[in-house]
């Protein structure tokens, strides 16, 4: 094994063993509530965090209050990073086959 395939299953290892991991992206939704009186009724509408994924082909959301953002905004980065990791991973064993090395 490669010191730079050792590193990557390394860090991969250690996002799976004790990171929080959640799919998705976050998109910021902005809406009027509905009641007359309310200042988003002049424009000046809600603004709420989103995570919106798909599961099984259809797309869900998740409304994220603001004291969870930095939670879930670590959780989805490192998501992404163990993801990119494993993509990585399969790469090197794409060129495996492809040159027949074990
Ligand atoms: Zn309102």
């Not at 730079?4 to 799919?23: D, F, I, K, M, Y």
């Not at 998705?24 to 995570?51: I, P, Q, W």
């Not at 259809?58 to 905004?73: A, G, S, T, Y």
């Not at 990119?84 to 790469?91: D, G, M, P, T």
Request: charged fraction near 30%.
């Amino acid at each position: 094994m490669s010191p730079r395939e050792r590193n990557q299953r390394s860090r991969l290892a250690q996002l799976v063993h004790t990171a929080g991991l959640l799919r998705g992206t976050l998109a910021v939704r902005e809406r009027a509530c509905g009641k007359a009186n309310c200042k988003c009724a002049n424009g000046d509408k809600h603004v709420s965090l989103y995570l919106v994924a798909s599961y099984e082909g259809r797309v869900r959301q998740l409304f994220i209050p603001k004291d969870w953002e930095p939670q879930v905004r670590r959780w989805v980065e490192q998501y992404q990073e163990a993801r990119k990791l494993l993509e990585e991973v399969s790469l090197l064993h794409w060129d495996k086959v492809q040159k027949r090395q074990e």
